[in-house]
């Protein structure tokens, strides 16, 4: 999605403003998305939410989006009007880097890409001393509350792995023009393991606030028609 992160830098960018994002061509190829926890109550009314493993092995909650690529995101590149877009993608084109500073600071970071930055047109990221201006403030407190949030996800996530509740999915895809593949790895909750925790562990669920995102996740698996009638497959579900 970022094809040419570069650092924010107000002695470099000084001159740059940045224009709203209004067409996500950027997102047109992912079929997936990451979400956060606290989106699942909005995520649920579109889109189905399931859980996937990245190549470093860690678990992680992502939105389906489509079966080969967005399915949201018309041939205008617009995102279907009045449907939710997940913060993953509102961030485009800024993110918060870590790893980058000395100090173990989060660094701002800018797809140098993206075609609404630049010197020409748009709002202002800096003043004329190289202070910030209110709409990069603004930017940089979405951009932190997105990092919490999604350290926030991560433990909640963390924690459903350990209490091994979760149950591997394949879903079977047959084009409408014959053609099969397989989506892999997806996992979902398994609601039958989720009630046979001990009592003290499902309390813990509920005082940490967990259950809600859990059937959030559980009764967005019925958005999958939305996604099978969008794509014109036929997608049927198989566990492991």
Same mark, same amino acid.
């Given at each position: 999605m970022y094809k040419n992160p570069v650092i924010l830098n107000s /002695?470099?960018? *000084? $001159?740059?403003?940045? $224009? !709203?994002?209004?067409?996500?061509?950027?997102?047109?190829? +992912? /079929? %997936?998305?990451?979400? +956060?926890? *606290?989106?699942? +109550?909005?995520?649920?009314? *579109?889109? !189905?939410?399931?859980? %996937?493993?990245t190549a470093e092995g860690a678990v992680i909650s992502v939105a389906l989006l489509g079966i080969s690529d967005n399915l949201f995101v018309g041939s205008d590149g617009a995102w279907e009007k009045e449907l939710y877009i997940p913060a993953f993608i509102r961030r485009y084109p800024f993110n918060l880097a870590e790893g980058i500073a000395e100090d173990g600071s989060l660094t701002v970071c800018v797809d140098a890409d993206y075609p609404g930055f630049g010197p020409e047109e748009g709002e202002s990221l800096f003043t004329s001393d190289g202070s910030n201006t209110p709409l990069l403030d603004n930017t940089i407190d979405f951009l932190r509350l997105y990092h919490n949030q999604f350290e926030i996800t991560k433990g909640f996530v963390a924690h459903l792995t350990g209490l091994n509740i979760f149950k591997s999915v394949d879903a079977n895809i047959t084009l409408a023009r014959g053609e099969r593949f397989t989506i892999r790895d997806l996992m979902m909750v398994d609601e039958e393991a989720l009630l046979k925790l001990p009592d003290d562990e499902l309390v813990a669920l509920v005082r940490r606030g967990f259950m809600p995102w859990i059937y959030a996740h559980l009764y967005s698996m019925t958005n999958l028609s939305r996604i099978i009638n969008r794509a014109d497959h036929v997608v049927s579900p198989q566990e492991d």
């Open positions: /002695n470099i960018h *000084q $001159t740059f403003k940045i $224009t !709203p994002v209004k067409d996500f061509v950027f997102a047109k190829g +992912l /079929n %997936s998305c990451v979400v +956060l926890a *606290q989106e699942f +109550l909005e995520v649920v009314k *579109q889109y !189905p939410i399931v859980f %996937s493993r």
